[in-house]
């Protein structure tokens, strides 16, 4: 299933560095033409960000101060990148004077496994406490992050709306392949069965973090999507005192925490003129962030056979505790 003449492989023949010339020998699988994955130190790491997380890793000097933000794509990074900013920065920023209002969540907060590599001083010149955003699973983190103080919130998802929500992502991205045709639902839930899927297999992802998390509950806060949606403003608090900037009582009784849970929500962000008509560098639209944001989406896109095949991704914890299937 592999395939010749990506950008990722003319890069690597280009470069003179046994090590990553060897990757050009890595597994690949391909989910549409444009798409394609490595498996790279046990995870599926999409061949345009090969190089990027290579270097991030070899390269990047974690502060103590920093947050990382860690998930599998499609896992609610967005929502999660606008609440952390909005939090640590409250006392710089009035909600009427966010940053948010003029820029896209994934503006403020960087994406280090791309970008580190391209543009490095931009990320190094960033005044404390940074806000960067990682998909790498916890084993393959620049040892700085794991050494150092800086503290890492990790979000996850349900594994089938996370593939469902993938999907789409893929469909308005790539109008002019991702039809029906081309990339079936069904082909990218077989992969993903496979534990092929972006930064996947997504368990080891999940787990790799939670167990982290367990063994170092100061340094890895541990969230899932489900939750958040049931309880936002439980969340923000609990993320305010993981991140050593804890609401004061003045704070708590004028509802600043439900103000800020308001701004980050689904709706407000995605009706944001930024959101609707704004641009991402590489050309698309930041709307392509703001789908549904519904918990149980996939419900409405697996057909019967893949119903019973999704025994595979193991039972999912409803926020209440109970499982789901
Ligand atoms: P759906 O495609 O199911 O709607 P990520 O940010 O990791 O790429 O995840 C994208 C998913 O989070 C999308 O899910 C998107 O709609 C949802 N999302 C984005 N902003 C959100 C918010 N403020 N609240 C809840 N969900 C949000």
């Not at 806000?131 to 890492?152: K, M, Q």
């Not at 039809?179 to 972006?198: D, S, Y």
């Not at 119903?307 to 999912?316: A, C, H, Y």
């Amino acid at each position: 299933n592999s395939s010749s003449g990506s950008g990722v492989e003319e890069e690597l023949t280009n470069n003179d560095n046994i090590e990553e010339l060897q990757l050009s020998s890595l597994p690949q699988e391909k989910l549409l033409d444009s798409i394609s994955f490595y498996l790279y130190q046990g995870c599926w790491v999409p061949s345009t960000f090969l190089n990027g997380v290579i270097y991030f890793q070899k390269h990047f000097e974690a502060r103590d101060t920093d947050i990382i933000l860690a998930s599998i794509p499609k896992s609610g990074t967005t929502w999660l990148k606008a609440l952390i900013f909005t939090i640590v920065n409250r006392s710089r920023y009035a909600l009427q004077e966010s940053p948010l209002l003029a820029s896209n969540p994934h503006e403020l907060v960087p994406f280090l496994d791309n970008h580190y590599m391209k543009n490095q001083s931009s990320i190094d010149d960033l005044s404390s406490p940074r806000i960067l955003n990682t998909h790498v699973p916890f084993a393959l983190l620049p040892h700085s992050i794991v050494t150092s103080n800086s503290r890492i919130i990790y979000t996850c998802r349900n594994p089938l709306d996370q593939l469902v929500s993938y999907w789409h992502f893929l469909l308005a991205l790539y109008p002019e392949q991702t039809t029906m045709k081309l990339l079936p639902l069904e082909k990218a839930f077989e992969m993903a069965c496979q534990g092929v899927q972006i930064y996947g297999p997504f368990w080891e992802h999940l787990l790799g973090y939670w167990k982290a998390s367990l063994e170092h509950p100061d340094k890895i806060l541990f969230l899932k999507y489900e939750d958040l949606k049931e309880d936002v403003n439980f969340h923000v608090k609990r993320l305010a005192d993981f991140l050593g900037c804890p609401f004061s009582v003045d704070e708590e009784r004028r509802g600043v925490i439900e103000e800020i849970s308001k701004f980050c929500s689904f709706d407000n962000l995605k009706n944001l003129e930024v959101n609707k008509l704004g641009k991402r560098p590489a050309g698309h639209g930041n709307s392509v962030f703001f789908r549904k944001g519904n918990v149980g989406d996939s419900q409405n896109y697996l057909t019967s056979s893949m119903e019973k095949r999704s025994i595979q991704f193991g039972p999912w914890p409803r926020a209440s505790g109970t499982l789901r299937k």
